[in-house]
């Protein structure tokens, strides 16, 4: 019975290669309001943020209302974050932005992902009895790469924004200066006891973020950063050259070598931010624009909806049983390529053009069976993935132009290394520990990753940072990014099936239970509003079903004739959509 259905659903994709197969017909009709939706996004007329934290988002509103436009107010998102959620937000980490400009009609990928100081080896993190030791690439002078957050934001303003640095960057000194009052949320991640114990560690680390007895913040009360303030005012005098050089760079390399790293000053002054040529591909219609490598997010995006576009998605009924057992066997497919090709292309040659291939995903897709799940070993034996951690945060800016930023950026981890470098107020990342430590054997959470991600001086780690645009009829139309280590691409691959295949508004596409699967675990991961009728269906269809914490933190901005339609993810508390 099985095979006659297999047989059925094959022969329906064979039907179907060769053209873009609609879905139900949702590519018209933008949803938006409807007596039916679960949940309303936030509606403004000329320009709209979304952040995970309401006090950036307010401030990047701030700037578009006093003219500026979408990059002017992402780059003071971006500084603002640093000090408003100092668990992602950051001077001291890296990240992605997506530029779409709408006058000239054009997509820029700005990478400003760390990079391996210059001496770094790829057997760096293996001691001396030749095992990994994942200490060093998560609490150590080794685990911080050299970061690329201020050079990122200067480059994207200098390009393609409007107003000086000095002027996007005042909210953020004043944040830092006047402190900002404790919410629960950042009460409780400071007091988690994983964070306390390595940050109270670090003499630095403990003066920023707790009181001088070690006690925690409570809610409500004041977290005054002045040595952030004043990195953040030789910032606003000096550029990027009040980070990467003078009194800021050294205290940095000082703390790094202080905690047995290798970072040098020529590393700080030899940091690059890059553009690259955005990835892009198209679904039933849609053009979807997104990072390139060194982030594996847009090519693996890209090949998954490759593979949806190829089925009925909307006919299968939204997070039904047979519409999640389609999406965990095409990111499966798609997550096990990622441990193969990826890494860093000025390093590695990514087979971009092949991975993003329409034919290819024909060919994957007809290994996929309509009732039974391919188990993960019989799609490539052998390689894990590298471990990711979930606290990198996005946020998306719409301007009264049409100019769109989709910008991604982390310290890794939650709080990065821990490592505060004394007299900055600057936490320093842990983001040398997406690459892998040793490529073939588990590193110390029992996972490998390839040789093309392995460590190599002046090398940016592999990510999943996915900044997406998807474009209708050639302008911006949903506006989206996440968090959350190897889910960032599943979950941005679901809001905008959610959209595009279920019809649901941008609000309900953002708070709908979501599914993961990335090949290794052999699992699908879900969120526990998943119900339960659904969780049998899937087991009967040989799927292993494992539950966990809530997946991302996506922050998106729906573009329509009607206004601009935003949704922060229910996921996180203090995040907000603000428009005016
Ligand atoms: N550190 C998470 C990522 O870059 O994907």
New binding site residues.
Partial sequence: MHQLKALLWCCAVLLCVGEAIGSRAFADESPIYSSMATAQPVWAEHGMVSSQEALASQVGVEILKRGGNAVDAAVAVGFSLAVTLPRAGNLGGG?FMLVYLAKENKSIAIDY?EMAPSSAHKDIFIDEAGKVNPKLSLAHGLAVGVPGTVMGMELALKKYGTMKLSQVIQPAIQQAKKGIKVTSSLANSLSHPFIKERMLEVPASKAVFYKQDGANYQPNEWLVQGDLARSLELIAKHGSKGFYEGETAEKIVAAVTAAGGIMTLEDMQNYKAVERQPVSGTYRGYEVISMPPP???GVHIIEMLNMLELYPVGELGHNSAANIHLLAEVMKRAYADRSEYLGDPDFVDVPLKALTDKNYAKHLSKQIHADKATPSAQIKPGKLLPY??DQ?THYSVVDKWGNAVSNTY?L?FSYGSGIVAAGTGILLNN?M??FSAMPGVPNGFGLVGGDANAVQGNKR?????TPTIVMKNGKPFIVTGS?G??R?ITTTLQVISNVIDHGLNIAEATAAPRIHHQWLPDEIRIEKSLNVDTRRLLEAKGHQLSEKSAMGSTQTIMVTDKGLFGASDPRRADSAALGY
Avoid: A, C, H, V
């Avoid at 780690?461 to 940072?465: H, I, V």
């Fill in positions: 990240g992902r982030s594996s997010g990711e951690s990198t982390t890794n983001e520990d997406d780690p592999l990510s999943s940072m968090p280590g190897s960032i």
